[in-house]
């Protein structure tokens, strides 16, 4: 069963401090999201990465495609950073859906 | 702003009915994709088209169904609604599959009454 599991479910952080989300997966995949979704509902999408390493502002994306497992690290958090952050897969031979995790809520305290 | 329309926004029906739920793709972008979100299911693939032809399915009930029309918009049709079918409905669009960056519309608040 393909399925792609998160952790941890729910995560408060102080102002500042960095923070890491992890996604791991079950079989070969071809890439992965990282999303984030606001209180109201919007999908962003953060990264998507197939090996190694992405940064975007305070937001950097890992992936070790051996161990199947990627993080979503994110530096002096702000409160603004809050949401609930999902990673998806695209699993080899598929046309390109995404199947997704039950995503972290992240919730950064002032 | 991805460039991803989706209207309505909310729509408020009664069990039984039918509704249709329309996307408009970012400009360029000729593959769509349907997913589901309920609160119990988390977000799931629905239905995927790409410039007009379907090409994957997931979990999409016999009760639903989906077009692409030759201006690249598309409609998800549902019927015979029923109580577990309110849930936001996205559609996403990217350049094409398979591997590609998705970029989601703002949703379709769907509630069945």
């Known amino acids: 069963k393909n399925e792609v599991e998160q952790s941890p479910q729910n995560l408060t952080a102080q102002e500042g401090e960095f923070i890491t989300i992890n996604c791991s997966y079950s079989v070969g995949i071809s890439a992965l999201h990282w999303l984030q979704q606001h209180p109201g509902g919007g999908i962003v999408s953060l990264f998507m990465?197939?090996?190694g390493k992405k940064k975007h502002g305070r937001l950097i994306a890992t992936i070790n495609i051996q161990e199947k497992h990627s993080s979503l690290h994110i530096t002096a958090s702000h409160p603004r950073d809050s949401a609930v952050y999902i990673c998806?897969?695209?699993?080899?031979?598929?046309?390109?859906?995404?199947?997704f995790g039950k995503g972290t809520k992240l919730s950064v305290k002032p | 702003d991805s460039g991803v329309t989706q209207t309505p926004k909310h729509l408020i029906t009664a069990t039984g009915q039918r509704v249709t739920l329309r996307c408009s793709p970012r400009s360029g972008d000729l593959s769509v994709y349907w997913y589901q979100q309920s609160l119990d299911q988390g977000l799931q693939f629905l239905i995927q088209?790409?410039?007009?032809?379907?090409?994957a399915k997931g979990n999409i009930l016999e009760r639903f169904s989906a077009q692409q029309f030759p201006d690249l918009h598309s409609e998800l049709n549902l019927s015979s609604l029923e109580l577990g079918d309110s849930a936001l409905y996205f559609c996403?669009?990217?350049?094409?599959?398979?591997?590609?960056?998705?970029?989601f519309g703002p949703g379709t608040r769907l509630t069945v009454l």
């Open positions: 998806a897969v695209n699993y080899g031979g598929s046309q390109g859906n995404l199947i």
């Open positions: 990465l197939s090996s």
């Open positions: 996403a669009s990217s350049v094409a599959p398979p591997y590609n960056e998705q970029f």
């Open positions: 088209y790409y410039n007009g032809e379907e090409r």
